[in-house]
């Protein structure tokens, strides 16, 4: 028996506009659970607007996206940030980790911005900088991490809180092919492990051919 496809989040016809510019004309994507997607395409197809878009960092100018059934910019801008917080993880090219905390303190930020139980939340980085293989750099600061070992913090920050999925925008853009090769990994490795969903923005043709599903974006559409 096929499977039945559950969509976790959905997005319909995503439009966004800047200025005279259309950048993205009207996108439709879902996403189940436990999958592993990459969106790949020229510079100014629109991938990182719209993985904005669906991690409620922008708005769109038309459409409507859902995460486990929540309309996301029906909220008030407080909910809509404490849902972010809770449910969706976040990973950058440029990790922005906080150069004055530790590497432990920086993965415990949004466990402690949600309110969390701080010996929980503390108990549940080392977990992951431990899961990570990481833990003996714990009280390192970034400036003392190798790209690779932040990037693995980024990592670690955006699992903090069991997010029901994890967005990348271009994770591996600034590692060497070694590390971004052990990052790619990585991802996979949380997936099937621990039952994590990605959705990845990337130009590396090795981590988009990995993924579940390749979606090419062209002028501001799916291909």
Avoid: W
């Avoid at 988009?208 to 090419?216: E, I, P, Q, S, T």
Wanted: with cysteine; hydrophobic share 45%.
């Amino acid at each position: 028996m096929t499977p039945i496809f559950v969509a976790m989040l959905y997005a319909k016809d995503i439009c966004k506009t800047y200025g005279a510019l259309e950048v993205l004309k009207g996108i439709d994507l879902e996403v189940a659970e436990k999958e592993v997607i990459s969106i790949v395409g020229a510079s100014g197809a629109g991938k990182s607007t719209l993985l904005h878009i669906l991690a409620s960092l922008d708005q769109p100018d038309q459409g409507s996206v859902s995460l486990k059934g929540q309309a996301l910019f029906s909220l008030s801008s407080n909910k809509l940030a404490k849902f972010r917080n809770d449910h969706i993880g976040l990973i950058f090219q440029f990790h922005n980790l906080l150069p004055e905390f530790t590497a432990l303190e920086n993965v415990c930020i949004p466990g402690f911005i949600g309110n969390r139980h701080e010996a929980a939340v503390l108990k549940s980085g080392m977990e992951l900088l431990d899961r990570l293989g990481i833990i003996e750099r714990a009280s390192h600061k970034p400036s003392e991490l190798s790209g690779g070992e932040q990037h693995r913090v980024a990592v670690a920050r955006a699992l903090i809180n069991q997010p029901a999925i994890i967005f990348a925008d271009e994770p591996s853009g600034n590692l060497d092919s070694t590390n971004a090769r052990a990052l790619h990994k990585l991802f996979f490795e949380l997936r099937d492990d621990l039952g994590h969903t990605f959705v990845i923005v990337t130009h590396n043709e090795e981590l988009a051919d990995m993924a579940d599903r390749k979606l090419v974006m062209r002028d501001g559409r799916m291909a």
